[in-house]
């Protein structure tokens, strides 16, 4: 049965805030949650970037959730950093934290003041790095001197198992790519034909695990509501690979979305009033194949959304 989580947007709401959210989507009835990781957020209107890593620690042991975050180490991070981090959460609540990989975004990445990579150096980073975390994981000292470079790193503190690294994709390309080294496969609300392609290619590379999907969501009593949520905090993040990896600011994706229309931000975010198309479009989901299903309201007042979706809608889909 598929599982329905929440998705905690770090760029859109304060800590504190989402801390409130996760705790009452429990309560409500959410299976699970995830969150993103970034060190800036998309637009100046989102105006929020908190520490991932500080508030899972706390959001693990404020709820019974299982946990996700998604993550590119190899530039912001050194993997033997993440490799302590995933370890230490693992240990701390085993069988609850998993980890999302992927080869970052320039937005995020470019505090260091290091060269950004071409996208295809940044994917073969990405292996290394996974490499460097998975051998610690499993208790390995571990030395490299290729694109990532570590020194005798070994986790004193680790998990009796290792939480599931998760490939994180939005191409079919990527998610092929995936299969070779993921625990599972995470991705975003796409048009149905390419999701189902993303699928395929993953499970016949070989791809184990689960499938999940982050759900990019708008909705308000009134679709006027809707749209205006969407609008506001969205229209920045409508635009596909190269932009959305290259660009480095929130001033700079304002700028490059400033003539964004509601119809085009529909094509990324799944807006309306009406709850029983929300009840389609997730069942549609569902019927593709993914096993896990984190809803993310693209609105910053997440406390509707929950109670809302959490009577009306999650029931629907059981």
Request: proline letters at 5%; aromatic letters at 8%.
């Amino acid at each position: 049965m598929t599982e329905y989580g929440i998705h905690a947007s770090h760029e859109q709401i304060s800590p504190g805030a989402l801390l409130d959210a996760v705790i009452a989507a429990e309560r409500a009835g959410f299976d699970a949650a995830m969150c993103s990781d970034h060190f800036s957020p998309w637009s100046t209107r989102q105006g929020q970037s908190g520490f991932a890593w500080s508030w899972l620690g706390a959001a693990l042991q404020a709820t019974n959730l299982s946990f996700g975050v998604v993550n590119a180490p190899g530039q912001r991070y050194h993997p033997a950093i993440i490799a302590q981090a995933i370890g230490t959460l693992g240990s701390m609540y085993p069988g609850r934290f998993w980890a999302a990989l992927g080869s970052g975004e320039f937005s995020n990445e470019h505090i260091t003041g290091e060269k950004w990579p071409r996208k295809e150096v940044r994917d073969a980073r990405l292996i290394e790095s996974v490499g460097v975390i998975r051998d610690m994981l499993d208790g390995q000292e571990v030395s490299r001197d290729g694109l990532i470079t570590v020194d005798r790193a070994r986790l004193w503190t680790r998990p009796a198992v290792a939480p599931p690294l998760i490939g994180a994709a939005v191409s079919v390309k990527t998610a092929r790519a995936c299969a070779a080294w993921a625990d599972g496969l995470v991705t975003v609300n796409a048009p149905e034909d390419h999701l189902r392609e993303m699928i395929s290619a993953y499970r016949d590379a070989g791809g184990r695990g689960p499938i999940c999907l982050q759900v990019h969501l708008s909705w308000a009593p009134t679709q006027h509501e809707a749209e205006s949520i969407a609008h506001d905090q969205w229209r920045s993040n409508i635009f596909v690979p190269p932009v959305c990896w290259d660009l480095a600011t929130a001033e700079e994706f304002d700028v490059v979305s400033e003539n964004v229309t509601v119809d085009q931000v529909a094509k990324v975010v799944n807006i309306s009033a009406d709850l029983e198309q929300h009840v389609e479009w997730l069942r549609g989901y569902a019927d593709l194949g993914f096993e896990r299903i984190y809803l993310h309201h693209v609105g910053q007042d997440l406390m509707p959304f929950i109670e809302t979706f959490a009577s009306k809608v999650l029931p629907e889909l059981r």
